[in-house]
């Protein structure tokens, strides 16, 4: 079974620059996360998806961040502008369901540096 | 709200020695309480899960943990630890959210197992 696909791996910007980041999930997936991990800390939701409906977004940074997962499969995150505090892991994740007890399959994760 | 605390940065083990990652949580219902490790530059890898039943729950690589429900803990143990589990361990909570499980991560713990 092939896992959680992310791309790019690394990406390094300037600040006020833009950048996206890809997501495939495993297939049949319905649940599709996106994480922010900075460096010494846990994983915090930015967005949840299920199927290609928004379930939570309540700490995605609105006026610079923007997610979207066209056909309730792959899912794209941009940054725009990006800010240094933007500097972390981009974590991908998907799950069977969003209400089943079952566990999160996770990505690599894209690592993004802003200068 | 739910939270969930690992009141360790880091942990420190000799190899052949038992070895014991604490985490505590806050939910307002039935917690489903998970761990996670992270091996460098790589995304989280599910180890285990309690749902409901047996208080000691086993996963992968030998890891096992003790759902406690009266001090609201989950501390993760191996009763031999191996260089091999050096590793950033994440113990995470889901409880029911607006619109479906959102799933909480600790902090996170830095494991160290000394030859």
């Known amino acids: 079974e092939a896992g959680v696909a992310q791309s790019p791996r690394y990406k390094i910007i300037e600040k006020r620059q833009s950048v996206a980041f890809w997501c495939n999930p495993i297939?049949?997936?319905?649940?599709l996360y996106w994480y922010q991990q900075i460096l010494g800390q846990g994983p915090k939701l930015l967005i949840q998806f299920q199927n290609n409906g928004v379930v939570d977004d309540s700490q995605l940074p609105k006026d610079r961040f923007s997610a979207e997962r066209l056909k309730g499969v792959d899912s794209t995150l941009k940054i725009q502008p990006a800010k240094l505090e933007d500097s972390a892991v981009y974590l991908c994740?998907?799950?069977?369901?969003?209400?089943?007890?079952?566990?999160?399959?996770f990505g690599e994760g894209s690592r993004l540096t802003v200068l | 709200a739910q939270s969930v605390a690992q009141p360790e940065d880091q942990v420190n083990v000799a190899e052949g020695n038992p070895l014991t990652v604490k985490c505590t949580y806050s939910v307002s219902g039935n917690p489903y309480l998970f761990w996670y490790v992270q091996y460098p530059n790589r995304g989280l890898q599910f180890l285990l899960k309690?749902?409901?039943?047996?208080?000691l729950v086993k996963g992968s690589y030998g890891f096992e943990a003790e759902f406690n429900k009266s001090q609201t803990s989950f501390h993760l143990k191996k009763p031999s630890a191996l260089v091999s589990d050096s590793a950033l361990y994440f113990c995470?909570?889901?409880?029911?959210?607006?619109?479906?499980?959102?799933?909480?991560f600790g902090a996170g713990t830095r494991l160290f197992v000394k030859a």
């Open positions: 994740a998907s799950s069977l369901d969003v209400v089943n007890t079952g566990e999160l399959f």
């Open positions: 309690y749902i409901t039943g047996d208080n």
């Open positions: 297939s049949g997936h319905a649940t």
């Open positions: 995470a909570v889901r409880d029911k959210a607006t619109g479906g499980f959102k799933t909480i």
